[in-house]
């Protein structure tokens, strides 16, 4: 059974910093893809970032994010990670982490989420 845990969510002010954590089990982590998606209240879930591989060069951002967030992942821990810099108040939702495993047992797996919160 796949599980994926996160933390290091909650509440920080503008220009502040937090580091989420997903820790996965049940799956063979260095072969899946990662990624954090947030939804922010009344909007739509979005990417935040993705890194299919342990080559953090290869990671993607939605654009409102680059420069100020970094996801990696640590294989050896089975672990995902989102550094958030610079936060703005925009950036405040329920940050989710997702691992999608490739074919041919092709399936998504998600987090339970966590609240990043970011207000004066």
């Known amino acids: 059974q796949v599980q994926l845990v996160e933390s290091g969510g909650g509440l920080v002010q503008p220009g502040g910093s937090l580091r989420l954590s997903c820790v996965a089990s049940g799956v063979f982590f260095r072969v899946v893809a990662t990624s954090w998606y947030r939804q922010a209240p009344g909007k739509q879930r979005e990417l935040v970032a993705s ?51 490739p074919p041919p047992f092709s399936n998504d797996y998600w987090g339970q989420g966590t609240q990043v919160t970011v207000s004066s």
């Open 51 to 101: 890194v299919a591989d342990g080559v953090d060069a290869n990671a993607v951002y939605t654009d409102s994010v680059k420069g100020r967030f970094i996801i990696s992942r640590d294989n050896a821990k089975n672990t995902v990670y989102l550094q958030m810099n610079s936060l703005e108040p925009e950036d405040t939702a329920v940050y989710y982490c997702k691992v999608s495993v």
